[in-house]
């Protein structure tokens, strides 16, 4: 099975502009998240998608947005670019849930962007 | 206030011996979930275990295993036998569900081990 694919892998943007990151999951996996991981934030929480519908939200501003295709892929978007969303932006999809089975997640590479 | 504490910023063991990361966690709710993940230096995340709330048992994922003292709001996770290849940065994550809002989740600032040959 192909793994978790995210591209790109790298950008490079200049403040005010727009951008928008794939991810597509496993085959199968129908629950993907993102994640933001600065030197200084830390990794942050972006949201969750399932089934096409936002199933959770992290506390980011509404410059930051997503969408889910009826094939699982996702896209994030971050609109009005600042240095600071300079990030690794990670992707990762979940599989169904299994009785008795904990939660798991596989990870894309990620994507750097750097806003300049 | 910080939601997910770990304490130790770097941390060094040596090949083949066991190693625990410390993880402690605050939350007034009772069902949650904690995650462990590993981030080598190639950047890739790595999803190591999880454990529920209401897990009887600790969760274990062949050489990982966490130490889940509920109690003690703590989720440390267990290495055993070291490799080389477990140099890393290490995060503790947790989730809190909410029934009427989001759920929240949240990460530690990580523990960078490093195994020693």
């Known amino acids: 099975k192909a793994g978790v694919t995210q591209t790109p892998r790298y950008l490079i943007k200049t403040r005010g502009q727009q951008v928008t990151l794939s991810c597509s999951p496993i085959s199968g996996h129908r629950s993907v998240s993102w994640y933001q991981q600065t030197p200084g934030q830390g990794l942050q929480f972006l949201f969750e998608?399932?089934?096409?519908?936002?199933?959770n939200k992290g506390n980011f501003p509404g410059r930051f947005s997503g969408r889910q295709f009826s094939n699982s892929r996702s896209e994030m978007n971050v609109s009005t670019l600042e240095l600071g969303d300079s990030a690794l932006y990670l992707c990762?999809?979940?599989?169904?849930?299994?009785?008795?089975?904990?939660?798991?997640?596989?990870f894309g590479p990620g994507t750097r962007l750097l806003v300049l | 206030a910080q939601k997910i504490t770990q304490t130790q910023p770097g941390m060094f063991v040596q090949e083949k011996e066991a190693v625990t990361l410390d993880c402690t966690y605050d939350?007034?709710?009772?069902?949650?979930?904690l995650f462990w993940y590993k981030q080598p230096s190639s950047g890739e995340m790595i999803f190591l275990i999880y454990q529920g709330s209401y897990d009887q048992q600790n969760a274990t994922e062949g050489r990982y295993s966490l130490n889940f003292q509920k109690a003690r709001k703590s989720a440390n996770l267990v290495i055993s036998a070291s490799q080389l290849g477990d140099s890393a940065m290490y995060f503790c994550?947790?989730?809190?569900?909410?029934?009427?809002?989001?759920?929240?989740?949240?990460f530690g600032p990580g523990t960078s081990l490093s195994v020693i040959p």
């Open positions: 998608y399932f089934s096409e519908t936002q199933r």
């Open positions: 994550a947790m989730r809190e569900p909410s029934k009427t809002s989001y759920d929240k989740v949240i």
């Open positions: 990762a999809s979940s599989p169904p849930p299994r009785r008795g089975a904990g939660e798991t997640q596989y």
């Open positions: 939350t007034s709710d009772p069902s949650y979930g």
